[in-house]
């Protein structure tokens, strides 16, 4: 079992940047791949980003490549996503997840945490 809290959401004006963490609990957070998904006001979840188990592989979505980047701190138990260049369409509350697998697939992870909401203003 693995619980996840991420924490670092808030409110940014376009062209800013945040950082999002997810501290997971338990003694196996090295045992499990992680991701970033986001969910915006009447849409789907969707992927933006993934890391192994060890960070040496990561994957994004389209819409994040080149601005997010995605990494982690096996011995702190955290992941992270840093947010750069903002976008008012990266306005979502995000979702951090670990699985066996770095896939894109949210169906790939096992355990979820509550989320973070994440404004960005125009």
């Known amino acids: 079992q693995v619980q996840l809290v991420e924490s670092g959401g808030g409110l940014v004006q376009a062209g800013g940047f945040l950082r999002l963490s997810c501290a997971a609990s338990g003694r196996t957070f090295s045992s499990y791949a992680m991701g970033w998904f986001r969910q915006a006001p009447g849409k789907e979840r969707e992927f933006v980003a993934a890391?192994?188990?060890?960070?040496?592989?990561?994957s994004y979505a389209d819409s994040v490549k080149g601005r997010f980047t995605i990494s982690r701190d096996n011995a702190k138990n955290t992941v992270y996503l840093q947010m750069n260049s903002l976008k008012p369409e990266d306005t979502a509350v995000y979702y951090c997840a670990a699985g066996l697998r770095a896939y894109s697939y949210i169906g790939s992870y096992n355990y979820w945490g509550q989320g973070t909401q994440v404004t960005v203003s125009s």
């Open positions: 890391i192994s188990r060890t960070g040496g592989s990561t």
